[in-house]
């Protein structure tokens, strides 16, 4: 980059390029400094070199290159995003080799849908098994990844496009004031990888750490205390719930006798006001 934008200022007639450089002092103090690379990876680009001439002065004539994609990459919810989990692969060893092998954390990666309401998301699924499992290539191949993040938890605001892409393991109902968050068949998924640090081997039998479907914890979660109530030995939960029922049917029942005894008011004032109409009816027609 710095080779090609230098190239292309002298080119233009500047006198240096256009790209600020380090002072050597600057190289010294920043040199090594760095922690980790992180790094943003969704799809790939097939590129081909397209030269601009040197007078035009932009990011695309800079970097001299065109991109395409091949038209049997699977789709998403995003224009630029196809599945190409081959790429995932490359692009971690093309950091080790470039950058003397840091250490690196996967900061994003995920897939988008649109007008998605199934929670069966079948092609966030594929798409975390196979690039996961090409992240898992890159580290026998001693790649120094330490770190894998999906991206993301839940649906969210996408930038321009707003709410219409949805890459979230959890479904947002954006149209329920309180936004309730529903597990997609993705977010299971992914719990499960985490759990096992990885795919177990099937030819091993079954792996302690996976679960069956919507099973419960692995292990025995603690008793719950029980309470005597009404001559009855019940849980802390099913105590409450029968308290709440007893209550209501209290309440049902102050309410029906208030009813009642309102009926009864009402219709002995009528029994009462019934001859002293008559009489007044009487004397109107006299």
């Known amino acids: ?12 007639g500047l006198s240096k390029s256009r790209l600020p450089e380090f002072t050597e002092s600057e190289k010294r103090r920043i040199n090594g400094t760095y922690d980790f690379f992180g790094f943003n990876h969704y799809t790939t680009v097939l590129a081909y070199n397209l030269d601009y001439a040197s007078w035009i002065s932009s990011f695309d004539a800079d970097r001299g290159v065109a991109s395409i994609t091949d038209r049997s990459w699977p789709d998403s919810g995003s224009f630029w995003l196809k599945v190409t989990p081959f790429g995932f692969r490359k692009i971690l060893n093309w950091i080790k080799e ?7 954390y996967v900061t994003e990666n995920g897939v988008s849908q649109r007008g998605e309401t199934d929670l069966n ?5 594929s798409y975390l098994r196979s690039y996961i499992n090409e992240a898992l290539k890159a580290v026998q191949d001693k790649v120094d990844l330490r770190g894998y993040t999906v991206w993301s938890v839940m649906d969210n605001f996408e ?29 299971k998924l992914f719990a499960s990888i985490v759990r096992c640090n990885g795919f177990p081997n099937p ?12 099973a419960g914890p692995t292990v025995s979660p603690m008793q719950e205390e029980e309470v005597q109530f009404l001559g009855l030995t019940l849980g802390v939960t099913e105590a409450q719930t029968a308290l709440y029922v007893l209550f ?38 006299f």
């Open 1 to 12: 980059m710095k080779t090609r934008i230098r190239d292309r200022s002298l080119a233009a």
């Open 98 to 104: 470039e950058y003397n092998n840091p250490l690196i």
């Open 121 to 125: 998301d079948t092609l966030r699924i």
């Open 159 to 187: 930038w321009a496009t707003g709410f219409a892409e949805r890459f979230g393991l959890h479904f947002v109902n954006y149209t329920d004031p309180s936004l309730p968050r529903i597990p997609k068949a993705s977010a």
């Open 203 to 214: 030819a091993a039998g079954p792996h302690p750490c996976l679960q069956p479907e919507d």
């Open 248 to 285: 209501s049917l209290v309440i049902l029942g102050v309410c029906c006798v208030t009813f009642l005894s309102y009926k009864y008011c009402k219709r002995s004032k009528q029994g009462k006001t019934q001859p002293g109409q008559q009489e007044l009816n009487t004397l109107s027609a």
